[in-house]
């Protein structure tokens, strides 16, 4: 089981002080974010992209890049990559490379985006955006498992001969998770793959994601790449923490109240009563987040949304010390306790390397017989 | 014969309000109608639904994507029933904003075939083709059934003359209750022949064709 955080990258104003960091503050700290994730034992930092203010994620690569540099552990994501808008020979290329640079320390999650406008901006279509994940996607995934690729989509410019560079490190390309929040043709699409489906469902009632991780899991065995229980799943999460309980109520109002995406809508209260947020001590996190798996089964990968909405650096830091020293560590022992063993480990390379070279050892012996 | 489900949606905002005492009086008229094809009243599920209960779950639903269990259990009986009545305030010339709000909340296909008896209230006469000029192009827009009489009061038509000695509303051929029986007639026809409550919809139906590689296959 992988914990980690996820972030969209926005710069909002603080609703408490009414100060709002620069772009340039933000990348930095955004950073500063990453590196203690993986100095309180979290697992996983993944990154979305945008191309509009108020976020600065454009460019993750050249983010996730940076930040290898620094960290030795951290698995470096998305959340998400858009498999619609950008050309998937530029996603196979720039994804190898940071995988080579990061030692393997690489997936990528795709994703469609939920800004309408970046479609006609990248010269897209929205009425599109299933086909285009859906095309873009199959290329992507032969550019990353065969040298040579001849191919012709309706979506773009053909391909003859064409090697993407550099070729993934050691023969395997980084895990790939789908993200979907409604579609189930992305469930059928990461079943098909047999990748991983990550379900982010923070804004939402767990009813509609049981359905939708259900349905994931039985098209994962359908297409037989194990039982429904062994696919992978990643969900969403969202906390805020004070040892008081109260306390954690009475910080985070503020920041909730004027929250891009829910804010001025729902009460806290019913909004935490009716998705995963949750505001109050590190135990009553740890008893929301225990549960998911008797909603959801035995999961891999769990993503907390921890530095939006304007909370300073300072606060992000201090949460991300709660959640890495009293929150995940009962989470990791809850998790493990009656886990089958035949349910996967969150994704790492050198699973996926160890698992190809089972694969591709009868086979070569087979060819050897034949030639 | 199994039951038939009507929803009701009234979006007066006072209680009690003119907008749900036309709501009530189309209901009984459609309920008595049905009786009158052979669908007793026993047989008839009827769920109204006051928006004014639900208007902060509409707004919330409309800010962050998702409803609330209250508003979902609206939804539900709105879009799974055999029928639907459908009234509201006339303000500003058109339906009201928080009528509007609940009919953006439904998935845009949810009411495709659903039969609808359109009816509005007002101060005035004046505003009585809002049902034809605006209701009407918003259900043809979702692929509903809005049948051709719709029922419009005016605040002078719940004190029209009464005949000397009787107790009864005028019956004349533009009278309100009149209208009403007519309304109420035509819906109970498609009522009794829908199945619209009985059929199930699967939420993961992939759309015809689909394949996840693509129109072009794996090549």
Known sequence: MQFGIFTVSDVTTDPTDDTTPTEGERIKALVTIAKKAEEVGLDVFALGEHHNPPFVSSSPTTMLGYIAAQTTDLILSTSTTLITTNDPVKIAEDYAMLQHLADGRVDVMMGRGNTGPVYPWFGKDIRDGIPLAIENYALLHRLWREDFVDWQGQYRTPLQGFQSTPRPLDGVPPFVWHGSIRSPE????????GDGFFANNIFWPKEHYMRLIGYYRQRFEHYGHG????????????????????????????????APVYGHGPSMEDFTAQTPLTVGSPQEVIDKYAGMRDHFGDYQRQLFLMDHAGLPLKTVLEQLDILGEEVVPVLRKEFAANRPADVPEGPTHAALVAAAAARVEPVETSQAVTA | MTARKLAVVTAGLSQPSSTRLLADRLTEATVRALEGTGVASTEVEVTVIELRDVAQDVTNNLLTGFASPKLETAIQAVTGADGLIAVTPIFTTSYSGLFKSFIDVLDPQALTGMPVLLGATGGTERHSLAIDYAMRPLFSYLHAVALPTGVYAASSDWGGPTPAGSGAPVRSADGLADRIERAASELAAHVRTSDRSQQVHDPFALPEGFSPVGAFGAQ
């Open chain 1, 186 to 193: 992305i469930a059928e699409q990461a079943a098909f793959y």
């Open chain 1, 227 to 258: 039982t429904a229980a062994q696919a992978i799943v990643g969900l969403g999460g969202q906390a805020f923490m004070r040892a008081k309980s109260q306390d954690a109520v009475n910080e985070f109002r503020p920041y909730f109240d004027n």
